[in-house]
């Protein structure tokens, strides 16, 4: 408007001293510039491995391409959360990051604060307070983490459990802190700290992770220069999606009221289930209405109303967005409303009065006067005043930086007061968004009676056509054309802008020449909205208004389009907002299309018989194909209907356009069309041939400009999968953001529901009354919407590792907290492991570094969805906290772990292989469930149970591979199988008084502990002292008579052992000379004997080697041969076979499979 | 536990298959009262009964709670199990009814499905075993649920005595794609079955004679193939059909179908068959007006996208259904015109914002 100035383009000086540098300068830069003789690779190899290095470098910069569902446009503010022990420093951080961005100095800082961070960015900064719930929450929703630490004491333990609660969420980005670093005197010391620190941090995030210092703090704040830069790294921060987010809508609120009745609440002495609100920017992906909403450490809500409030927050606008910088009225926006910002915030709900610095709500130790407690009193007051601030926009103060924002009632689905507070919004634009408000505003109470009316006129007067008025496409603002009724049928004048122009101050009346026909209309307000729309153009003293242009012609036009035509039924409507019965609907249509100039009956429903059931019977059944009938296909019978559709087939004649049209092409095409209908259909009977040809050659061109792409950058057109992926994710987004553009936002958030970055409002219904009377600001309430699924029970399989810094293990049964998905809840896990995939085998422990199974009745949650456990979430649980981690695997409603038993039993009496066996079973009903089972000694023979014995109850026949003994014990291995104890106890921390105090089920010694209970103890299980005696065997005694019928070798032998010496042992034998000789001689012509002998088989062996491998080459061919005639039959016996087969089944088969 | 109190309440006997549908996807309880009260014969069909058996069997956890009288049930549904089932269908309905239910399930069980059913393969109510094996499984190979897909026709079984048999195998998926379906080309192929058991089987034959009568004139790719069943094959009953379908440049399939009847010439048979089919062309659109519903329904089963689909008019089936997809999941279509320009086009697009959908039946690792 009236800041639209031009500036003066810049005019680079061509002469003078300024030229010369400029040009100096250039030259100077190109001799310094890039050399490519230094970077050019020295050798061959070394340029190919540069090249794979390079490529190298390149995959690893690719990273799955995931779809982004945060719009870029408006997205909400990001969620920077301040997270470090007590005392590092938080508040400071997050008052002089206030500071840095709003100038705006916060004493008491509780609750979200969103600032204005950049022209397309907000933030909104939150402090996480030390319970380790408030951790848990933050980490499921924070988009940055400032990780505080102390420099001068290190990392102490909330630190690394908060890191490892956001390595279970998804991780999002994290900004490591160190402060109190001037307490560290010595430069030396401060130094190695730093290094120290940082090392230890990079370990635990990545190498290279942000590490930030902050020096002492000035002012009750860290240095300027320290929080811009730290500012400006959050300002360049990117943020890659996570998977959880991105699949789940969630709002972090920054405000809280109760709208329970004060009378409601006074009767239950404040016992009752409260009605309660949040407000917040949404995030994540569309929430819908119907859906239910966990609050972590509340419980799972279902929402009653959704609202779409007016940005409390909003980013610079299109205006301020021409300039490089911020405006100063923009860097003071702040919204915190559970701090003490300097402004006044009026809403339905409650009056907020802030006065900075002088007191704040709830802080009673401060002495206060006569005025401030009646202003505290004021901000007591609920719902008054509503309808009258409703008209009006006031500003309270003068230093507010918000006017009093109205919000409308809770039927209103949008309310854009960005034009309440600043006027330098674009013209255009802000026209388009208020009109729709004020409309809407003005009209508030008139809505509800007006519905009503509109179907009690349906029902009443005109049930032939009730929907001929409908829309074709839901409620467009700039609608400026409308049917004109007929004598012939009555319809609606859907003229709306018309009204000033006609009747003027007629708003719910009909216009004069509607006569007495009834309004089917979708958005209601119409009327009034064109007639503020008109006066509000007028007061802007624009030129003249749009939709008086050419009225005439309009209206020309509209008439005859309606002799053409029924008007089309606005299909929405009647499928969502009628209560008509399918069968209703389609009737109506069918006349609409084929009876047009019926004359009506005000009761002709009568009149009308169901063409396209048929009879009675029929129509009771659930049944998918419609039945066929001789009749209504007659007119297939013509010759020239059948004709008529020729154009539906590739061979029909290419004269008539196909009726597709060209709206399958473009999405964009219908929207304009059904935004100015009124110019389509004056223009289409006009000329289709020249639509057609400059269809035709936009078709060219794209054609044409490919081409061209192509042949100038044959690489660069070739996309590679990881581009195709993303283009397609960038294409589906676009059509996404397209496809419901044009409609209203009440509509909108009927289809897709409340998109992310919108401010809502979310009215809860039964509110645990505990939440509103305990609320702390303090702790973040987190809304986190649940998808369908999610809000089953059943049981989860979860796959489980414990901490390797937890320092017990985790025992099966024992109750453990689990934070998954949104929720924080206790339950009891039986850990299992994968018995050979065979069977789910129970662990009694979870096993040492090592993942297992944990199996627990829970709500469910989707597979992949990481979670941590945690024991205790008390801060006065020693050591570390978290004491697993891991990721869902599957959910189901049964589980099959099973833990082993063994039976055993005795044998009693013996056979050969035989035994009866007892003490296992107790019935023969037992065993005879045991029939066949395996059993085995513990000597290791097998054996199976046979059958039940009549004597001793539980007794049985068994068979065994060999002879047991009597003193054997029969062993039979079975499985037991064990369900999960169903429990499942949130921690509901919001609504204890004392927030970190929450308790879960106690183990049972932690009872004992605490009651000062003794174990009880079974006499059974005492362990004494194991007397084994050691066994004794009696000698082999084999009878006389035995002895004696034996056969000698098998006879026992038993003697003495020789005690005296033998002949031969006593005498040594001497030779005589010739006696040696003689025996030499003997022995060398034994040698000679013996080398003959081998020299000679030597010589036979040489020989047989020859032959042998003859032999052999011999047996190869024909073995060879043999193999080829073996070969040749499997061929030949193959394809008889196949041949068969496809006989006996293929014939059909191929048949089938043709079409 | 938490679940009391979610459940969805609907009257009346119409329309029970795809709201049981639509409870087990959604996983919301679902109460339907008023089952033919002011019947005669009131409460629940021995087929409907039938029909909650099956999907019983195809689920884990399912409490189904009839009452007395059988006026009205509480289908609390479990997940969705898979595996291999097998079920005899009543000889009331055909397998088409048990089977499109169960189209609609498959894809989200936990396990892929193995389903053996026995009964009635053609009747002149239900999709045919015919139209759901080259119709509506291509009508989910849209939505990217293909690979290993599959209808087998064992056997066949006419009314009444039936004795047929199919298989029906299907993949799971993680999550179906998201449709974006408006250009509905022109026809370029007419494919078609036409069977006959325990009768001539020149019924067959001359079906075709009289089909391609009818459609030869508009294009020359038709193929319609005769399909005769024999011996143990052919089920306990006499019966032939004709089931044809029209294949558009863009995939857009549109099917008809007509079943003997007696007394009835089988050329006549095949004039309506094919007549219906040039009825079904004309309508236009890009599915089929019997796979409305599972069209809408995989199109709000989608990622957080923007669906589209080019349709015809909705029939009061479809219309009742995307009732109940709002009850269930939240989410309405809009339904606009699909070329406003043009007067005598009844052709809409409905487009819906997908609800993100997961198999979360499925196992990892």
Redesign the interface.
Same mark, same amino acid.
């Given at each position: 408007m009236s800041e639209q100035q031009t500036h003066k383009a810049h005019r680079p000086s061509q002469s003078g001293a300024k030229a010369e540098k400029k040009s100096k300068a250039k030259g100077k830069e190109k001799q310094h510039g890039f050399n490519e003789k230094a970077f050019a690779p020295r050798s061959g190899r070394r340029a190919e491995r540069q090249g794979r290095r390079k490529v190298e470098k390149d995959q690893t910069r690719l990273h799955v391409p995931l779809?982004n $569902?945060t719009p870029d446009d408006e997205p909400p503010p990001v969620i920077v959360a301040i997270v470090g022990p007590p005392g590092v420093g938080k508040t400071t951080l997050l008052k002089s990051l206030v500071r840095r961005y709003t100038k705006q100095t916060l004493n008491h800082v509780q609750g979200p604060v969103t600032v204005v961070g950049g022209k397309k960015k907000r933030i909104t900064f939150i402090e996480c307070n030390n319970d380790l719930n408030s951790m848990i929450d933050i980490g499921k929703v924070a988009d940055l983490v400032l990780l505080m630490i102390d420099g001068s004491y290190g990392f102490e333990m909330e630190t690394f459990e908060f890191l490892n609660i956001l390595q279970a969420h998804g991780f999002p980005k994290v900004i490591g802190i160190l402060s109190h670093l001037d307490l560290i005197k010595k430069a030396a010391t401060l130094r190695a700290t730093k290094k120290a620190l940082k090392k230890r941090f990079w370990t635990e995030i990545y190498q290279g992770a942000k590490l930030f210092y902050l020096s002492g703090v000035l002012n009750g704040r860290y240095p300027d220069t320290e929080i811009l830069n730290l500012s400006r790294f959050i300002g360049v921060m990117k943020f890659r999606p996570l998977v959880f987010r991105n699949?789940h809508p969630y709002l972090l609120a920054d405000r809280f009221e109760d709208l329970t009745p004060r009378e409601e609440i006074r009767a239950s002495k404040g016992k009752c289930d409260r009605t309660v609100t949040v407000y917040g920017y949404l995030r994540g992906?569309?929430l =819908?209405?119907?859906?239910k909403v966990h609050i972590p450490g509340v419980g &799972?809500l279902s929402m009653k109303s959704v609202t779409m409030l007016g940005d409390p927050c909003p980013l610079p606008d299109a205006e301020s967005e021409k300039r490089r910088k911020l405006s100063e009225k923009r860097k003071l926006q702040v919204h915190a409303p559970m701090s003490d910002v300097g402004g006044v915030i009026y809403d339905k709900d409650a009056v907020y009065i802030n006065v900075p610095g002088s007191f704040t709500r709830g802080n009673t130790d401060v002495p206060q006067g006569e005025g401030e407690k009646m202003v505290m009193d004021l901000q007591d007051v609920r719902e008054t005043l509503e309808d009258g601030v409703a008209r009006s926009q006031i500003k309270l103060l003068g230093s507010s930086s918000k006017p009093l924002a109205v919000d409308p009632g809770p039927s209103r689905s949008h309310m854009d007061d960005s034009d309440d507070e600043d006027d330098d919004e674009s013209a255009g634009e802000s026209d388009d968004g208020s009109e729709d408000d004020y409309g809407e505003e003005l009209d508030s109470g008139a809505e509800e009676e007006e519905g009503d009316w509109e179907l009690e006129g349906e029902e009443e007067e005109d049930t032939a056509h009730p929907h001929d008025s409908g829309r @074709?496409?839901?409620r467009e603002v700039r609608r400026s054309m409308r049917d004109l009724p007929s004598d012939g049928q009555r319809r609606e004048v859907e003229y709306a802008e018309s009204d000033s122009d006609l009747g003027g101050s007629d708003v719910d009346d009909d216009h004069g020449l509607a006569g007495p026909s009834k309004r089917v209309r979708f958005g209601d307000e119409d009327d009034v909205e064109i007639a503020s729309d008109a006066e509000e153009e007028m007061s802007d003293g624009e030129e003249a208004p749009r939709w008086k242009a050419d009225l005439g012609e309009k209206a020309r036009a509209a008439f005859e389009q309606h002799g $053409?035509?029924g008007k =089309?039924k606005d299909?929405?409507k009647?499928?969502?907002m009628s209560s008509l019965s399918?069968?209703d609907?389609?009737r109506d249509?069918s006349n609409a299309?084929s009876n047009k100039d019926q004359t009506m009956a005000l009761d002709d429903e009568d009149f009308f018989t169901v063409v @396209?059931s048929s009879g009675p019977q029929e129509e009771?059944?659930?049944?998918?194909?419609?039945?066929?009938r001789?009749e &209504?296909?007659k007119e297939?019978e013509d010759e020239e209907m *059948?004709d008529s559709? $020729?154009?539906?087939?590739?061979?029909?004649g290419s004269t008539e356009t196909?009726? +597709?049209?060209?709206?399958?092409?473009e999405?964009g095409d +219908?929207d304009s069309?059904?935004a100015s &209908?009124d110019e389509?259909?004056a223009e289409?009977p006009a000329d289709p041939e020249a639509a057609r040809a400059a269809a035709l050659a936009a078709k060219k061109e794209a054609l044409k400009r490919k081409f061209d792409e192509q042949y100038d950058d044959p690489e660069g057109s070739q996309m590679g999968f990881y581009e195709e992926k993303k283009e397609e994710i960038a294409r589906?987004?676009e059509?996404?953001r397209a496809?419901?553009e044009g409609?209203d936002s009440e509509?909108r958030a009927?289809? +897709?529901?409340y998109r992310p970055g919108s401010y809502v409002r979310i009215e809860l219904a039964d509110v645990p009354c505990e939440m509103v009377e305990n609320f702390d600001p303090s702790y973040p309430i987190v809304v986190g919407g649940l998808?369908? @699924?999610e +809000? $089953?029970?059943?049981f989860v399989q979860v =796959?489980i590792k414990r901490h390797r810094w937890y320092a017990k293990t985790l025992k099966t049964n024992d109750p453990l907290i689990f934070s998954l998905g949104w929720r924080r809840f206790q339950t009891i896990p039986i850990y299992s492991l994968d018995d050979h995939s065979i069977r789910m085998r129970m662990l009694k422990y979870t096993p040492e570094h090592m993942h297992c199974y944990a199996t627990f009745y829970g709500?469910?949650a989707?597979?992949?969805t990481g979670f941590c456990a945690f024991n205790s979430l008390s801060s006065g649980a020693a050591g570390f906290r978290v004491s697993a981690s891991g990721v869902v *695997? &599957?959910?189901?409603?049964?589980t099959k772990i099973v833990k082993k038993i063994k039976l055993t039993g005795v044998p009693y009496k013996i056979f050969k292989n035989t035994a009866f066996v007892k003490d296992m079973f107790t019935s023969a009903l037992e065993v005879a469930k045991f029939e066949g089972a395996n059993i085995r000694t513990v000597s290791g023979i097998r054996g199976q149970v046979k059958k039940a014995l009549a004597k001793p109850d539980g007794a049985f026949r068994a068979t065994f591979e060999d002879k047991v003994l009597m003193s054997d014990i029969i062993f039979l291995r079975a499985w037991y199988s064990i369900q999960p104890r169903k429990f499942?106890n949130p921690v509901t921390s919001l609504l204890l008084s004392h927030q970190e105090e929450w308790q879960g089920m106690r183990l049972t010694g932690q009872v004992r502990r605490e009651e000062g209970l003794k174990t009880p103890t079974n006499v059974n299980s005492i362990y004494k002292p194991v007397e084994r005696p050691g066994r004794r065997f009696n000698p082999l005694k084999v009878p006389k008579n035995l002895q004696a019928a034996l056969p000698y070798a098998s006879k026992p032998k038993i003697m003495k052992a020789q005690s005296r010496q033998t002949y031969m042992q006593k005498r040594a034998v001497v030779l005589e000379p010739e006696e040696k000789k003689a025996m030499a001689l003997l022995q060398q012509m034994r040698a000679l004997r013996k080398d003959q002998v081998a020299r000679r088989k030597e010589k036979q062996e040489e020989r047989r080697t020859v032959h042998r491998q003859k032999v052999a080459k011999e047996e190869a061919k024909k073995s060879e041969k043999e193999k080829e005639r073996r070969k040749e039959y499997m061929r030949v016996v193959g394809i008889k076979s196949k041949r068969e087969s496809e006989r006996e089944e293929g014939g =059909?088969r191929s048949?089938?499979t043709?079409? | 536990m938490a679940q009391a109190g979610n459940v969805i309440q609907f009257s009346g006997h119409q329309y029970l298959r795809h709201r049981l549908v639509l409870s087990i996807l959604s996983g919301k309880a679902v109460r339907i009262d008023k089952i033919r009260s002011d019947d005669k014969n009131p409460g629940l069909r021995d087929y409907e009964v039938s029909l909650l058996r099956l999907l019983e069997r195809i689920t884990n956890g399912t409490v189904i709670e009839i009452s007395v009288t059988g006026t009205a049930i509480l289908l609390k549904p479990g997940i969705i199990a898979g595996g291999s089932v097998t079920h005899d269908c009543p000889l009331s309905r055909s397998i088409g009814y048990f089977l499109e239910p169960v189209v609609m399930l498959a894809p989200f069980a936990k396990k892929s499905l193995h389903l053996t059913l026995r009964g009635i393969t053609t009747d002149d109510r239900d999709l045919s075993a015919d139209l759901i094996r080259t119709v509506t499984l291509p009508h989910l190979q849209l939505f990217g649920i293909s690979e290993g897909l599959e209808l087998r026709i064992k056997k066949r079984g006419s009314p009444p005595l039936g004795g047929g048999e199919v298989q029906f195998l299907c993949p799971i998926v993680k999550q179906v794609k998201t449709l974006n379906f408006v250009d509905s080309g022109r026809i370029k192929r007419i494919r078609g079955i036409s069977h006959a058991v325990r009768v001539n089987p020149q019924f067959s034959n001359r079906m075709i004679e009289a089909a391609r009568s009818v459609l030869n004139r508009y294009i020359p790719d038709i193929y319609l193939y005769s399909d005769v069943y024999k011996g143990e094959d052919s089920g306990k009953s006499p019966g032939y059909a004709l089931s044809i379908l029209a294949e558009s440049t863009t995939g857009a399939i549109h099917c008809a179908e007509a079943t003997s009847q007696p007394g009835v010439p089988p050329e006549d048979i095949a004039l309506l068959a094919s007549r219906a089919l040039l009825e079904e062309i004309r309508r236009g659109g890009c599915v089929d007006r019997k796979h409305q519903s599972l069209a809408l329904l995989m199109m709000v089963l989608g990622s957080e996208d923007v669906g589209r689909c080019r349709m015809g008019e909705p029939t009061a089936r479809t219309i009742q259904f995307l009732r109940d997809v709002k009850d269930f999941f939240g989410t309405s279509f809009k339904i606009a015109p699909a070329d406003p320009a043009d007067e005598t086009s009844s052709n809409l697009i409905f487009s819906a914002y997908g609800v993100g959908y997961v198999n979360a039946n499925r196992t990892i690792a």
């Open positions: 779809v $569902r699949t992906t569309n =819908r209405l119907g859906t &799972d @074709s496409s839901l $053409r035509k =089309r299909w929405t009647l499928i969502y399918p069968a609907i389609l249509v299309s @396209s009771v059944l659930d049944q998918t194909k419609e039945v066929l001789v &209504d296909l297939w *059948l559709i $020729r154009n539906l087939f590739i061979t029909g196909p009726a +597709e049209g060209g709206s399958g092409e999405f +219908e069309a059904a &209908d389509h259909q289409t589906q987004l059509l996404n496809e419901f409609i509509a009927l289809i +897709e529901g998808l369908p @699924s +809000e $089953r029970f059943g =796959r709500p469910v989707l597979p992949n *695997l &599957d959910i189901d409603r049964s499942y =059909r048949k089938r043709k079409t | -």
